[in-house]
Nanobody, 132 residues
């Protein structure tokens, strides 16, 4: 069993919204750096949004900036990715990952997000399909 579990993936029409959630099994995500990654069909996995475990600062790639929001729900012990104004090119498998080393070393959110090797726990992914 992988340590992280994503949920919320679905088929949605262009312009629609989805909220993905990332939960941990056996540990809390609070204070850990969290990243959301996407692997589109036929493409390599890419980082899309991250949140720092130290100061909750966030980072987004250009193509999702202003449409996606990553945030913590500490009551639910999850980290969510709110996705609005979805486009066909947002289709893919979405993964969440956590980074202890980024939190321990106070690695800023942007370099953390752009360094997949900084993440030590991953989920199995959840499918998002944006299509009419």
């Amino acid at each position: 069993q992988l340590p992280l579990v994503e949920s919320g993936g679905d088929l949605v029409q262009p312009g629609g919204s989805l909220r993905l959630s990332c939960a941990a099994s056996g540990f809390t995500l609070e204070a850990l750096g969290i990243g959301w990654f996407r692997q589109a069909p036929g493409k390599e996995r890419e980082e899309i949004a991250c949140i720092s475990g130290n100061d909750n600062s966030t980072y987004y790639i250009n193509s999702v900036e202003g449409r996606f929001t990553v945030f913590r729900d500490n009551n639910k012990r999850t980290v969510s990715l709110q996705m609005d104004s979805l486009k066909a090119e947002d289709t893919g498998v979405y993964y969440c990952a956590s980074s202890r080393i980024a939190a321990i070393t106070w690695l800023p959110v942007r370099p953390m997000c752009r360094s997949p090797t900084a993440f030590d726990s991953w989920g199995q992914g959840t499918q998002v399909i944006v299509s009419s």
